[in-house]
């Protein structure tokens, strides 16, 4: 069943090239992605309306980073929080909680789970965890006044039900990105070894 498959070891490759890289170019690839991510999370306050459907795809980055090292996706979550705290501080209610987390969750998951749903259900799982945070405890309207502050059952299984949907989403969105670099891999991966072990870095 597609939900019990495993899947593939396309990124051990890519991991293996990142676990080469010297800590510099570590610490100076942890600071561009959190500068990509931070300025799409903003894109909603510098951007009104066109804005708001680009600063999802915050979560891109913190979801690759996180495929690929644990501690690298950690490191770009927080430096990303410190860089929205100067560019957009309205955006520190939403994205630890949410695109951030998300992303942060799912690559934790493609580290530690090898079946697809074991990935989407720890994704879904960290979404309904940060949404409910920002709705029950802070009393932060995340999803839109109509939603209640009042915990309900059905408001939680409606929560954990969009999560799911769109951790699927965006698992499948990790896993497109795997096979592309599967296929720089095949196609000339040595560029990127090179670089890791470059006795000038």
């Known amino acids: 069943m597609y939900f019990f498959s495993k899947v593939n ?15 510099l170019k570590q610490f100076l690839l942890i600071s561009l992605f959190s500068i990509i991510t931070s300025i799409l999370q903003s894109a909603g306050g510098f951007i009104p309306g066109v804005g708001y459907f680009i600063s999802p795809f915050a ?22 929080n410190l860089l929205l705290l100067f560019l957009q501080p309205s955006e520190l209610v939403i994205f630890p909680f949410t695109t951030g987390l998300l992303g942060l969750g799912l690559g934790i998951a493609f580290n530690l789970f090898a079946k697809r ?8 799982c960290s979404l309904t965890i940060g949404i409910c945070l920002l709705l029950y405890v802070f009393n932060f309207p995340v999803l839109g006044p109509a939603i209640s502050h009042i915990m309900s ?21 990790g896993l497109i990105y795997g096979e592309k670099i ?15 072990s ?3 870095s």
């Open 9 to 23: 070891d396309m990124l051990q490759v890519y991991q293996t090239a990142y676990r080469r890289v010297s800590k």
């Open 59 to 80: 979560t891109a980055p913190i979801l690759f980073c996180s495929m690929l090292n644990i501690p690298f996706g950690w490191w770009t979550y927080l430096f990303t």
């Open 117 to 124: 749903l074991s990935i989407i259900f720890f994704g879904a």
């Open 153 to 173: 059952i059905y408001t939680g299984i409606c929560i954990f039900i969009f999560s799911f949907l769109y951790s699927w989403l965006w698992m499948e969105i």
């Open 182 to 196: 599967s296929e720089l891999n095949d196609l000339n991966f040595n560029a990127l070894k090179k670089w890791g």
């Open 198 to 200: 470059d006795p000038s």
